[in-house]
């Protein structure tokens, strides 16, 4: 409970947010403003809380749901809806401060929205969906999930884990897929994300996670940044590198898209999609060849330099430019800043990963960043910014994976496996799992029968989802587990209702290792329960008998399987406010930045491994003359299950858009706002045009957020990173031209409508960092 005074201030600190909100988007469109940022209810909780008692009031310090920078502040609650969200004192927010960007500070509605499911679903006898009891769909699930395993063996089934829960809801998903469904098929969307990075980043210095800690952000001499659009996709990183960049640091941005980084950069450079490998060797080439690297790392730290010396021979400075689009001084400039400077920063996202040869694109950066001796100190190292709220946490650390168990302990290795047989009384499988991505195409062999789904929107976000529509549709058992029935749960024999992270207890570890509280702020919507507790019951129903009275004891268990986490509880969490792995034990202070002693390899070296030439799996051709790329816009979220019911976001930023040069638009009649038909070898979309320069003449982006045009029916499901798995989503050959007005659904409709009051793209982006 809070006091009159903190009442006051928070009150406060919601209208001044309200009203920074409105006076940015006035700054860039004063007629807008009224349209867009409605005085509805989304920035009415000031006066909302202004309204309550004090006693009527929850408040609760958590750590944000959204994405992975895992920014900290409290919770204001009714027990009805968040009212308020306002940053903590510093020293409880190591990574925020002061700072939230407009999700963590606005994005609760979804919370209490009318459709939340608050009760299970099963589907009856003429095949529609009705309420049931949590008795009858735990045993639903129990028989279909059983009968499989019984049947065909364990092997014919898959769980999908969610990073958006907590890593005691992942820890308990592992061990509820290897022990009770006795399965190794289970994954989590790192698969569709970082896990080339992990799996590069692992195979050369050890660990698949950031060596720095965000705070080397504000201290690096230089920034390189590519693949990643900071600004919408991890907007409070990108505060900091910006004030690092005012402060006089050097700032590198490679993308396709001129992004609202390159505004800020020493040096944007546009980069062709997909040839990511081929310009790193070139500044690694570059490095070489006028001896700028750091001789005394490479000898006394690295193995494999002549390997990599040999592998980028081929990267001259024409071949560079032919291919990619980069010149010869682009490359030499980058080379020359990052070898000058005392320390480098490398930041990649998903432009660098969702490629079939992600995993080849980090090797190359990881080459790069070694050579030139940036790990190990303050302000330099890598630092791959990661996605879900908790993928670092659940969606790697707890083991939700088809290979590892928790903290990367392989499966195949069988003292570890013995290991955990012991622990959780079950035979396990020395052969991996299928990833996600083979989960869809093994499925449309019969090799895989049943899923259990849970917080994943797979029908959405999977990459070619005509196909995977396909298989959700003839799964002889599907378990969806979410917070409502999203297009994946329509295909559900059983849907169970879940709670969301201001409804429950556990950790999240976010992007720099830090392990963080998420704590309970209101009691769980309607019937809906926590993860843990679902599988907890589930996991009794087919003949357990787990136990677990909180996910503190959870984390117990975790703690002493889990060497990186051995020194992580609940209660030391609270005490440090956070706690970064490796922590090896109850007296250990956890790890500021990887790598200070040495490399978590055999030999305690970097391998450095060389990479050679490698492009897209489609590159264009005269039917399919042009490239889309897809990603993120700063207001929505993902397949929008959260940020759709948002009114404030809806309103801003109400549909999709497809960004096209004005060249290109203007060689086929296209003007902004003109439905476009994009198709692919896979499949077709309608959507509006916006016309900007920020992409180039070859290419358009769009969004990944919107259902109406679901733009992963484009994307290709089989062209796969031979290593990670990870789908190209960055990368598919189309062909764009006018459509029909008619051709844009209602829905679209509607979007547009809105569209041609909504911003341009170029004011979206230079108004997108949205924090303060
Ligand atoms: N607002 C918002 N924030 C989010 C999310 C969200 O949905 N909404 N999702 C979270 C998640 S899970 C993730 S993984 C992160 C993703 O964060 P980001 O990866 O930063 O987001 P994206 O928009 O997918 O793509 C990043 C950039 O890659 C560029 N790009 C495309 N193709 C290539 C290429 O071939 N090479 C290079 N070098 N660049 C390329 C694009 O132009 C874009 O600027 O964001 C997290 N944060
Ligand atoms: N074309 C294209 N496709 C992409 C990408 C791209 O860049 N381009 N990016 C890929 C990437 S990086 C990612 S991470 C994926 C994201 O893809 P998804 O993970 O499928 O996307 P979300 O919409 O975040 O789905 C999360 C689900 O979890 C539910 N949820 C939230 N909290 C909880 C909880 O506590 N418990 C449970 N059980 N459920 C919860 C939400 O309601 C939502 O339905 O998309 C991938 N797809
Ligand atoms: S940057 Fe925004 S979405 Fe990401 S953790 Fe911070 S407040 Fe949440
Ligand atoms: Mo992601």
New binding site residues.
């Given amino acids: 409970m809070s006091s009159d005074n903190d009442l006051n201030g928070v009150a406060g600190y919601m209208q001044h947010a309200k009203e920074q909100a409105l006076s940015n988007v006035e700054n860039i469109a004063e007629d807008i403003a009224a349209d867009t940022f409605p005085e509805g209810k989304l920035f009415e909780i000031a006066q909302a809380i202004g309204d309550k008692r004090l006693e009527e009031l929850n408040v609760a310090d958590t750590t944000c749901g ?4 895992g920014c900290r502040f409290d919770l204001y609650s009714d027990g009805e809806e968040i009212l308020a969200a306002r940053p903590t004192e510093d020293e409880d927010a190591p990574i925020n401060g002061i700072s939230t ?1 407009v ?1 963590g500070k606005f994005g609760y509605d979804f919370i209490n929205s009318d459709d939340r499911l608050t009760a299970p679903l099963v589907r009856d006898e003429s095949g529609q969906f009705r309420e049931a009891t949590w008795d009858e769909a735990l045993s639903r699930v129990a028989d279909g999930l059983g009968e499989i395993r019984d049947t065909h063996g364990g092997e014919a089934l898959s769980v999908i884990a969610s ?1 958006k829960a907590t890593n005691e809801e992942n820890y308990l998903m592992g061990k509820f897929a290897r022990q009770v469904l006795q399965t190794n098929s289970i994954d989590n ?1 790192n698969r ?3 896990s080339s990075t992990v799996a590069a980043l692992g195979q050369t210095y050890g660990y698949g996670a950031a060596s720095i800690s965000t705070d080397d952000l504000e201290i690096a001499d230089c920034i390189l940044l ?5 600004t ?4 409070v990183l990108a505060t900091q590198i910006k004030q690092n960049v005012r402060d006089g640091a050097d700032l590198l941005v ?4 001129e ?1 609202q980084m390159a505004e800020y950069a020493s040096q944007y450079t546009q ?6 490998a081929v310009w790193i060797n070139g500044i690694t080439r570059y490095i070489i060849e006028h001896d700028l690297y750091d001789e005394t790392f490479v000898a006394e730290q690295t193995t494999g330099f002549e390997e990599v010396q040999e592998s980028v021979e081929e990267f001259t400075p024409d071949r560079v430019e032919k291919i990619t689009g980069v010149s010869h001084d682009e490359i030499a400039s980058a080379a020359e800043m990052i070898a000058d400077a005392d320390g480098c920063v490398f930041g ?8 079939s040869h992600g995993t080849e ?1 980090v090797i190359a950066m990881a080459n790069l960043a070694a050579i030139t001796g940036n790990l190990g100190k303050p302000g330099a190292g890598v630092s791959p ?4 709220n908790n ?1 670092q946490g659940g969606g790697g650390d707890m083991g939700p994976l088809p290979d590892n168990f928790p903290g990367y302990q392989d499966i195949a290795d069988d003292d570890v496996r013995a290991k955990f047989e012991d622990a959780w009384d079950c035979e396990i499988d020395p052969e991996y799992g299928y990833y996600t991505t083979q989960m869809f195409l093994e499925a449309a062999e019969d090799n895989i029968r049943g899923m259990y789904i849970i917080g994943e929107n797979s029908a959405l976000s999977e990459p070619g989802v005509n196909h995977a529509e396909d298989v959700l549709e003839n799964l002889d058992f599907l378990v969806v587990q979410d917070l409502f029935v999203t297009e994946t749960a329509k295909y559900a024999d059983v849907v169970l209702p879940a709670s969301s992270f201001v409804e429950k207890t556990g950790t999240f570890t976010n992007t720099d290792r830090t392990v963080q509280m998420v704590n309970k702020v209101m009691e769980p919507k309607g019937d809906s329960r926590p993860d843990w507790i679902i599988l907890q019951e589930l996991a009794n129903r087919m003949g357990r008998s787990w136990d677990y009275d909180s996910t503190a004891e959870v984390m117990d268990e975790i703690n002493s399987l889990t060497p990186i986490y051995g020194g992580v509880s609940h209660e030391r969490v609270k005490e440090n406010g956070g706690l970064q792995w490796p922590c090896w034990d109850m007296d250990h202070p956890g790890t500021v930045r990887l790598y200070e002693d040495e490399f978590n390899t055999d030999n305690g070296k970097v391998n450095l491994k060389g990479v050679g030439y490698s492009e ?1 799996a489609e590159t264009p051709t005269e039917e399919y003359p042009l490239t889309l ?10 397949t929008g299950t959260m ?1 759709h019911r948002e009114e404030g976001i809806m309103q801003y930023n109400p549909s999709d858009f497809v960004e096209i040069n004005p060249a290109t638009a203007a060689g086929m009649g296209i003007s902004g706002g003109d439905p476009v038909r994009i198709e692919s070898r896979r499949g077709e979309t309608v959507v509006p045009a916006q016309i900007t320069d920020r ?1 180039g003449p070859e290419n358009v ?1 769009v ?3 919107f259902t109406e045009s679901a733009i992963n029916r484009l994307t290709d499901e089989e062209h796969l990173d031979p290593t990670a798995a990870t789908p190209e ?3 598919s050959a189309v062909r764009v031209e006018p459509a029909d007005a008619d051709a844009l659904d209602a829905d679209v409709d509607t979007g547009q409508e809105a569209m041609s009051q909504s911003l341009s793209s170029d004011d979206r982006t230079s108004m997108s960092t949205g924090d303060d």
């Fill in positions: 959204y994405c992975a920078v960007c999700k990073s969307c569709l994300c970082h590519t693949g990643s659009n900071t919408e996709a991890h907007p490679f993308d396709p898209r992004i980069v062709k999609p997909g040839y990511d990649w996202t998903l432009g660098l990963t969702e490629h694109n910014f990661r996605g879900q993928v897209p790329t897809t990603g993120r816009v700063l207001y929505q979220y993902h940020t992409v982006f969004p990944i957020h989503y960055k990368v």
